[in-house]
């Protein structure tokens, strides 16, 4: 008797599930190179063989979360308002979001930030990188669309508001990782306070640009 085409989805989707989590698991604690197909494929209690059936291969388990830590980024900056408040506001508030994104969520940061490598995600699927591209657009997208309005009420320089979000993205994710390290020197709270310091360094570069030169 033929099996229904719902209950072969549903058992395909619950079996990626299952190998997603199993992935999870091993990569947080792992890391990407301290992790195996094999190891996730007993963890999920499927042979490596069937963990192909979903996944082209461990690169793609991979960056298949680190696009799921994106999102989660993504929906923390999306509750920022776009509107309403000042520029200035507008980028403590994120400061203060990518932050808690990297304490709250350290091991997607650390995969995101850390491992994940060109040459990884160029061996994933066409799909997933797409999707991993469209990820990245849309957290740099929050930066773009205060820089642009930004820009337009003559607060910071005409420039490419692309380059101006990356600027901010760059500064913020330069120092967390820089100091990820020395934990034993600085404690948290001072390591988040560098990282606020020198982004608001590059805003008011920023706007200084606008000022005449004496």
């Not at 920022?80 to 932050?99: K, L, M, N």
């Amino acid at each position: 008797m033929p099996v229904p085409s719902n209950h072969r989805k549903n058992r395909t989707k619950n079996r990626r599930n299952e190998v997603l989590d199993a992935a999870r698991d091993l990569f947080f604690v792992h890391g990407y190179h301290g992790t195996t197909v094999e190891q996730i494929a007993t963890r999920a209690g499927y042979s490596k063989r069937t963990v192909y059936l979903d996944f082209l291969n461990k690169d793609e388990l991979f960056i298949t979360l680190c696009a799921e830590g994106g999102e989660r980024l993504f929906e923390r900056l999306n509750q920022i308002p776009r509107e309403g408040i000042s520029f200035e506001s507008a980028i403590d508030q994120f400061v203060r979001a990518y932050i808690e994104f990297s304490r709250d969520h350290g091991e997607y940061y650390r995969m995101i930030f850390s491992e994940a490598t060109p040459e990884i995600i160029s061996n994933c699927s066409e799909e997933l990188r797409a999707r991993l591209d469209g990820v990245e657009r849309a957290c740099l997208g929050v930066l773009v669309d205060w820089s642009e309005r930004a820009m337009d009420e003559g607060i910071i320089p005409k420039i490419d508001p692309w380059e101006a979000a990356v600027a901010f993205f760059g500064t913020a994710t330069g120092i967390i990782q820089l100091f990820r390290g020395i934990q034993v020197i600085f404690s948290r709270e001072a390591l988040e306070s560098i990282v606020r310091k020198t982004t608001w360094t590059l805003w008011r570069g920023l706007t200084a640009m606008q000022e005449p030169v004496s």
